[in-house]
């Protein structure tokens, strides 16, 4: 006689159904309306498609197979020649093929038009809350697109390459693919964030020299981003000092360039991604941009890949902040549904907050690259953006950790989305510079370009003037940085939190509800307020708690 089946076995009570086949974008009405507020509601539509697509099961499946599964270096083949080739799983491919379909490797380059990087950042902000390596080399194909058009005759032979919508994972010279990616690698083992410190050396080919001459390079870099791009984009050290450089896979007459891949990074996240160990062996480059002047040259890039790092790191807390909700609201614990509960609601409050907040500072500085000519949009982008990548990215680490603490055990496991998203939250904190690194740069651009600071602080206090949260926000960071000049560096990152949570408000109370913008200027207005989520005070109601809640999810 066969034995039954325990009823435990046939059915697990209170256990969370599985959040798919929901659309990110309809699903997100502060997405949806900065989108047609910033000028880009030409593609909602396709953001629309997107958002379904990304919602589905099958994506998220991709997702997990590409992180499960991590990139393999294969630096010889049987006969024993170099090949340093770096195998992935196909749902690798899949997701960078989705990617470029969206055009999200070069929209406002290709598709020059109102609104377009605000398009552009939507998709990619879609994107990133499902899987975030497959971003690592669209980020830094996008970046270069702008350095290499200064590089006519360069720029011309690549162009249709990088514009592209299909994705070619095909490993060959250039001139046999019909699309391109390019990656990144500046730092060295000595130096890190200080490039300045690099040795590789980039010798002239005899009878060249100078900007868009042949060089070759010898040295080393720790961090090669991407190792399978097709280019790469190199800080190298001339007689003139760092230079910058394009890097190709293959040389132009067909051979392998002398790029060999020593090892893969064993990364905490980000692994579906490859980042790698290299050393040039008198590899082959062309010079981009003026000799002497390569720090000048990635900076622009720099520009883009931080802002890259804040609309991810927004995405990876919109998205955990959409799976802790669902969560609350269909586990139940001590008689009650968690979403149901005081103390849990007051987190999940400030979450929303701090996520919405978030992603109308990411629209906000995408707008402020739609219009490269206007002095107050030039402030944005100089100085908001290290400043949004400090803290965003920042935040984006407690943020995820306190959603996954909301799922408990459940969250801590590797069969669900929290824990991958936790494991990805450092990298945007880390890469393209660490907090440190932004603040100061905050405090040089505020000192070099004092009148685009002044702009900045004008335009907060016109939206301050009928607020009186605000205005004493806006009066507390004026008078932040009247200490010394030589205590700036010190009180740097206490400085840019002001600055930020300063700017979110701001943008709160133009665009949200009262009840809202209330709530978030009330419990950020003390900048020590805010860094354990779940302490909003009494005058914060559980009325206007859950209205806040009410917005996460259309």
Same mark, same amino acid.
């Given at each position: 006689?066969?034995?039954?089946?325990?009823?435990?076995?046939? %059915?697990?009570?209170?256990?969370?159904?599985?959040?798919?086949?929901?659309?990110?974008?309809?699903?997100?009405?502060?997405?949806?309306?900065?989108?047609?507020?910033?000028?880009?509601?030409?593609?909602?539509?396709?953001?629309?498609?997107? /958002?379904?697509?990304?919602?589905?099961?099958?994506?998220?499946?991709?997702?997990?197979?590409?992180?499960?599964?991590?990139?393999?270096?294969?630096?010889?083949?049987?006969? /024993?020649?170099?090949?340093?080739?770096?195998?992935?799983?196909?749902?690798?491919?899949?997701? $960078?093929?989705?990617?470029?379909?969206?055009?999200?490797?070069?929209?406002?380059?290709?598709?020059?038009?109102?609104?377009?990087?605000?398009? *552009?950042?939507?998709?990619?902000?879609?994107?990133?809350?499902?899987?975030?390596?497959?971003?690592?080399?669209?980020?830094?194909?996008?970046?270069?697109?702008?350095?290499?058009?200064?590089?006519?005759?360069? &720029?011309?032979?690549?162009?249709?390459?990088?514009?592209?919508?299909? %994705?070619?994972? =095909?490993?060959?010279?250039? @001139?046999?693919?019909?699309?391109? $990616?390019?990656?990144?690698?500046?730092?060295?083992?000595?130096?890190?964030?200080?490039? =300045?410190?690099? #040795?590789?050396?980039?010798?002239?080919?005899?009878?060249?020299?100078?900007?868009?001459?042949?060089?070759?390079?010898?040295?080393?870099?720790?961090?090669?981003?991407?190792?399978?791009?097709?280019? %790469?984009?190199?800080? @190298?050290? #001339?007689?003139?000092?760092?230079?910058?450089?394009?890097?190709?896979?293959?040389?132009?007459?067909?051979?392998?360039?002398?790029?060999?891949?020593?090892?893969?990074?064993?990364?905490?996240?980000?692994? +579906?991604?490859?980042?790698?160990?290299?050393?040039?062996?008198?590899?082959?480059?062309?010079?981009?941009?003026?000799?002497? *002047?390569?720090?000048?040259?990635?900076?622009?890039?720099?520009?883009?890949?931080?802002?890259?790092?804040?609309?991810?790191?927004?995405?990876?807390?919109?998205?955990?902040?959409?799976?802790?909700?669902?969560?609350? =609201?269909?586990?139940?614990?001590?008689?009650?549904?968690?979403?149901?509960?005081?103390?849990?609601?007051?987190?999940?409050?400030?979450?929303?907050?701090?996520?919405?907040?978030?992603?109308?500072?990411?629209?906000?500085?995408?707008?402020?690259?739609?219009?490269?000519?206007?002095?107050?949009?030039?402030?944005?982008?100089?100085?908001? #953006?290290?400043?949004?990548?400090?803290?965003?990215?920042?935040?984006?680490?407690? &943020?995820?950790?306190?959603?996954?603490?909301?799922?408990? /055990?459940?969250?801590?496991?590797?069969?669900?989305?929290?824990? =991958?998203?936790?494991?990805? @939250?450092?990298?945007?904190?880390?890469?393209?510079?660490?907090?440190?690194?932004?603040?100061?740069?905050?405090?040089?651009?505020?000192?070099?370009?004092?009148?685009?600071? @002044? $702009?900045?602080?004008?335009?907060? +206090?016109?939206?301050?003037?009928?607020?009186?949260?605000?205005?004493?926000?806006?009066?507390?960071?004026?008078? #932040?940085?009247?200490?010394?000049?030589?205590?700036?560096?010190?009180?740097?990152?206490?400085?840019?939190?002001?600055?930020?949570?300063?700017?979110?408000?701001?943008?709160?109370?133009?665009?949200?509800?009262?009840?809202?913008?209330?709530?978030?200027?009330?419990? *950020?207005?003390?900048?020590?307020?805010? *860094?354990?989520?779940?302490?909003?005070?009494?005058?914060?109601?559980?009325?206007?708690?859950?209205?806040? $809640?009410?917005?996460?999810?259309?």
């Amino acid at each position: 006689m066969q034995a039954s089946t325990p009823q435990a076995e046939l %059915h697990a009570n209170n256990q969370v159904p599985e959040l798919t086949d929901n659309n990110l974008y309809a699903d997100d009405s502060v997405l949806m309306a900065g989108v047609q507020r910033h000028h880009a509601g030409w593609h909602a539509a396709e953001l629309a498609r997107y /958002g379904a697509e990304l919602g589905s099961k099958e994506v998220w499946n991709l997702a997990e197979l590409a992180n499960r599964h991590a990139p393999e270096l294969q630096r010889y083949d049987r006969a /024993g020649n170099r090949i340093d080739v770096v195998e992935f799983h196909p749902a690798w491919h899949t997701l $960078l093929g989705m990617l470029r379909r969206e055009n999200l490797h070069a929209l406002p380059w290709s598709t020059p038009k109102t609104g377009s990087h605000v398009a *552009r950042a939507a998709g990619y902000f879609l994107h990133a809350q499902v899987e975030s390596g497959s971003l690592c080399p669209t980020t830094m194909t996008f970046a270069s697109i702008p350095v290499l058009q200064q590089e006519p005759a360069l &720029f011309a032979a690549l162009q249709a390459k990088l514009y592209a919508c299909d %994705h070619d994972s =095909r490993d060959l010279p250039l @001139a046999q693919k019909t699309a391109m $990616l390019i990656g990144m690698g500046m730092t060295e083992k000595q130096g890190g964030s200080d490039v =300045r410190s690099n #040795t590789t050396l980039a010798t002239p080919i005899p009878g060249g020299g100078g900007r868009g001459a042949d060089y070759t390079l010898t040295g080393h870099k720790w961090f090669f981003s991407a190792p399978m791009c097709d280019a %790469h984009m190199v800080l @190298a050290r #001339t007689e003139l000092g760092l230079s910058c450089f394009f890097v190709p896979r293959w040389r132009p007459d067909g051979s392998k360039n002398t790029l060999l891949v020593q090892r893969l990074k064993d990364k905490l996240g980000n692994r +579906s991604n490859s980042s790698s160990e290299v050393e040039f062996d008198a590899a082959f480059g062309i010079m981009v941009g003026d000799e002497g *002047r390569g720090i000048a040259t990635i900076i622009e890039m720099a520009n883009h890949t931080r802002l890259d790092c804040v609309i991810g790191s927004a995405a990876l807390m919109r998205q955990a902040l959409v799976q802790a909700l669902h969560y609350a =609201r269909h586990r139940s614990a001590f008689g009650a549904m968690l979403a149901e509960q005081a103390l849990m609601q007051n987190v999940l409050a400030d979450l929303a907050l701090e996520s919405e907040a978030a992603t109308l500072l990411m629209l906000q500085l995408a707008s402020a690259f739609d219009a490269p000519n206007d002095p107050l949009q030039k402030a944005w982008r100089r100085i908001v #953006t290290p400043a949004a990548k400090f803290w965003i990215c920042k935040r984006a680490l407690e &943020f995820t950790g306190e959603c996954m603490e909301i799922w408990g /055990g459940n969250g801590y496991v590797e069969t669900g989305p929290m824990a =991958r998203f936790y494991r990805e @939250a450092p990298v945007n904190s880390i890469w393209e510079g660490s907090g440190n690194v932004m603040c100061l740069d905050v405090l040089r651009a505020i000192t070099r370009e004092p009148e685009s600071f @002044a $702009l900045l602080l004008e335009h907060l +206090s016109s939206i301050a003037a009928s607020h009186a949260g605000l205005s004493k926000m806006v009066d507390s960071l004026k008078n #932040t940085l009247s200490t010394p000049p030589e205590q700036h560096e010190r009180i740097a990152r206490y400085f840019v939190q002001k600055l930020v949570l300063t700017i979110q408000a701001a943008l709160m109370v133009q665009t949200a509800p009262q009840t809202i913008a209330d709530a978030f200027v009330s419990s *950020r207005c003390d900048a020590e307020n805010g *860094r354990v989520y779940g302490t909003l005070s009494s005058l914060i109601s559980a009325e206007a708690q859950k209205e806040i $809640l009410q917005r996460v999810v259309q």
